[in-house]
């Protein structure tokens, strides 16, 4: 049976089409997935994220544990309310999940996994912990909204109550406020600015309300995977696996090898990996044509003869993330490709045929700008 968040009814009264996700069952839009998609880079939209999960780690060991456990280091997060995000690694340097990590205060820190790696996440926490004086505890009781685009911070602020949220206000980017049981951390997964709640169960339905009679649109799972990927950012289990690392996989910022004498789990594969050079590489591509860049698509060097079938199984490169981007009009994509190609174009498969596509910087979109030339043409 699939699981169900605290805002579901919301969901059905809002007429949301709802699907399995991760064992959830979740809105992937609530009518047209590209409107929405506009109201967060335009105004504001508000997500039920609750299938994620939060995990709070205290004791005082818990600094010790997250250090040794994280590829990034917490350390950068030493004052309360700072923030980081990280990858969690297993000993072959695999990316066992992507989270944020929020220093909530003191030896309390909080963890928001993603939905689909939850029970792994938690078994792994719970393997790693045992020589640390810290305690990993699921917080099935908070669920998590999100308000992301221009205008989040002035309806977050509206709804929060005076005092906590012009507290709110204040938050640079990865910083977070507490307020009890209440979270609010200047994150997002839109490449808008915004913020992401964690709250008590109880509390959600009057909070999501509050939001959408604000003027906050409700906003789909739908609609969260093309302004991600407009943003520049991974998704777990396309983008990043237990298979590739976070040096293969754009996110080797996220690993902080000094100082030299933090072990982290990962980092003596991570050190053969760089010295030994990686075999691949993910970057941005823009289609030239039309059509739209699936996940699983080929990627080719451009007029490469010995690559002719676009439906093989035996290609040098693969579209681990790809969408019809509205903002900019287009399709768009990560692509694995082999570390060695320099070239700025690329064949990429369409239903059977050869496109050419532009290898460009990422992100695609941020804060409402687009930050790549969409009208260049390749020669």
């Not at 340097?93 to 996994?113: A, C, E, P, S």
């Not at 640390?132 to 989040?152: C, E, H, K, N, W």
């Not at 909070?207 to 906003?219: E, I, M, Y």
């Amino acid at each position: 049976m699939l699981q169900q968040t605290p805002l579901y009814d919301e969901h059905l009264s809002l007429g949301a089409k709802l699907v399995d996700f991760a064992g959830w069952e979740m809105p992937i839009n609530y009518g047209s997935q590209i409107a929405e998609h506009n109201a967060v880079r335009e105004h504001a939209g508000v997500f039920d994220v609750s299938h994620m999960t939060v995990v709070d780690i205290r004791g005082e060991g818990s600094r010790d544990f997250l250090r040794h456990v994280l590829a990034n280091d917490i350390a950068k997060a030493d004052a309360d309310g700072k923030a980081i995000y990280t990858c969690m690694l297993n000993t072959h340097g695999g990316v066992v999940d992507d989270l944020i990590v929020f220093h909530v205060t003191g030896n309390w820190y909080r963890l928001v996994v993603n939905a689909a790696t939850t029970e792994k996440d938690m078994a792994w926490l719970q393997s790693q912990v045992r020589d640390f004086d810290a305690s990993v505890t699921r917080r099935d009781d908070l669920v998590i909204i999100a308000a992301q685009g221009p205008a989040a911070r002035e309806l977050v602020q509206q709804n929060l109550g005076s005092e906590f949220g012009e507290r709110a206000m204040k938050l640079k980017p990865f910083e977070v406020a507490v307020d009890g049981d209440w979270t609010v951390g200047r994150t997002g997964y839109t490449g808008e600015d915004g913020f992401e709640i964690a709250l008590p169960d109880h509390a959600a339905v009057e909070f999501w309300r509050q939001l959408v009679n604000s003027g906050a649109t409700p906003v789909g799972l739908g609609a969260r995977d093309t302004l991600r990927l407009e943003g520049g950012l991974n998704l777990y289990g396309q983008d990043m696996d237990e298979d590739h690392s976070p040096l293969i996989s754009g996110l080797g910022w996220t690993v902080a090898f000094e100082p030299e004498d933090r072990d982290f789990v990962g980092r003596e594969a991570l050190l053969l990996e760089r010295a030994q050079g990686v075999e691949s590489k993910i970057v941005g591509v823009l289609l030239e044509g039309r059509g739209v860049l699936r996940t699983g698509a080929a990627v080719r060097a451009v007029a490469d003869d010995q690559v002719t079938d676009p439906d093989a199984d035996d290609v040098p490169g693969r579209i681990t993330s790809g969408s019809y981007a509205p903002t900019l009009g287009r399709s768009i994509g990560f692509a694995r490709i082999p570390a060695n190609w320099d070239a700025g174009w690329v064949d990429i498969g369409v239903r059977g045929k050869w496109q050419s596509a532009r290898v460009v910087k990422t992100p695609f979109v941020r804060k409402g700008k687009i930050r790549v030339d969409i009208d260049s043409k390749s020669g």
